[in-house]
C-alpha cells in the first residue's frame, strides 16, 4: 500500500524499519471520495495471503508493521477472520515485529471488531477520516458515530487506539477541535493529521492548502487535549511515524 497509496513519506518509513501492507485483496466494496483504491466487485478471499504477507515482513526485516485493508462488506465476517489469520502468521513468522492494525469499521458489527481485540496487536487504527459534517460527503457508506463506537469498543477492550483526519477538504478549524475532543471521549491515544491530496480528477477537489503553522498550532492543541501523540503536518499519512507510536 506504500506504493499503490503514493505514500511522500515510504523511504523514511523503509528506513526506520516500517511498512504498511494492505490485505483481503485490492478492490474495495466500499467508493470513498478520497481514496484511490479501485471499488469495485472483490475477488475470493486469498487463502494463502496470510502465510505470504508474514513472509514479505519477514523479508524485508520489518521491525514495526501496519496491516490496513479494504473494506470487505459482502462477507459476513467482513474479512475479521482473514485478518485474525494475518496477524497470527507474522506473530508466528516474526516474534520480534511489533503490529499496528489499521482496521475498516467492519460495519459496527462487535464480534468482528472482538476478533481483532482478542488477538492483541499493540495498537488499533480506525481513521475518522474527517469532521463529522462531511462524513456523508468523503466516506458515502461510512458513519461518523458508527467509527466513533469502533473505536470505543476497541478501547473497552484494552486496546490502545489510534485515528486519523484529513484537512483541506472544507472543515473548519473549530470542527477539526471538534473532532479532537469527540475522539477523546471513546479514549483515542494517538491521532495523525495531514493534508488531503488529490489521488485523480475523479476524486474530491482540494477545497484548501492548510499552512503548516495550523498543522503546528492543531498538534499542541492536541496534545493539550491528552493525546499521547499527534503528528500534525502536510504530508503525514496514517502510518507516518507508526513505530513511534508504541508505548
Not at 491530496?197 to 491528552?226: D, W
Request: charged content about 25%; glycine content about 8%; hydrophobic content about 40%.
Amino acid at each position: 500500500i506504500c506504493e499503490s497509496g503514493n505514500c511522500p513519506n515510504m523511504g523514511e518509513c523503509w528506513g526506520a524499519g516500517t511498512a504498511t501492507f494492505m490485505i483481503l485483496g485490492n478492490v474495495c466494496t466500499r467508493s470513498c471520495g478520497f481514496c484511490a483504491v479501485a471499488t469495485g466487485r472483490p475477488e475470493e478471499l486469498d487463502p494463502f495471503e496470510p502465510l505470504r504477507v508474514a513472509k514479505s515482513v519477514k523479508l524485508m526485516k520489518v521491525k514495526h508493521c501496519v496491516i490496513t485493508s479494504v473494506d470487505r462488506d459482502e462477507l459476513e465476517d467482513g474479512g475479521s477472520i482473514a485478518w485474525v489469520q494475518t496477524v497470527k502468521a507474522i506473530r508466528k513468522l516474526c516474534p520480534d515485529t511489533t503490529m499496528e492494525t489499521l482496521i475498516p469499521d467492519f460495519k459496527g458489527v462487535r464480534k468482528n471488531i472482538q476478533r481483532i481485540i482478542d488477538v492483541a496487536p499493540e495498537i488499533v487504527s480506525h481513521n475518522i477520516e474527517t469532521v463529522r459534517r462531511l462524513t456523508k460527503q468523503v466516506r458515502i457508506q461510512a458513519q461518523f458515530d458508527r467509527s466513533l463506537e469502533v473505536l470505543r469498543i476497541l478501547k473497552e477492550g484494552g486496546m490502545k487506539t489510534k485515528s486519523g483526519i484529513m484537512l483541506g477538504l472544507g472543515e473548519s478549524v473549530e470542527e477539526v477541535i471538534e473532532t479532537m475532543d469527540e475522539l477523546r471521549g471513546v479514549g483515542v491515544d494517538v491521532l495523525t493529521i495531514g493534508q488531503y491530496l488529490q489521488p485523480t480528477p475523479k476524486h474530491l477537489a482540494v477545497v484548501e492548502f492548510v499552512k503548516p503553522e495550523v498543522f503546528n498550532e492543531l498538534k499542541e492543541i492536541g496534545l493539550g487535549k491528552g493525546f499521547r501523540f499527534v503528528e500534525s503536518g502536510p504530508l503525514v499519512r496514517s502510518s507516518y511515524h507508526a513505530e513511534k507510536h508504541l508505548f
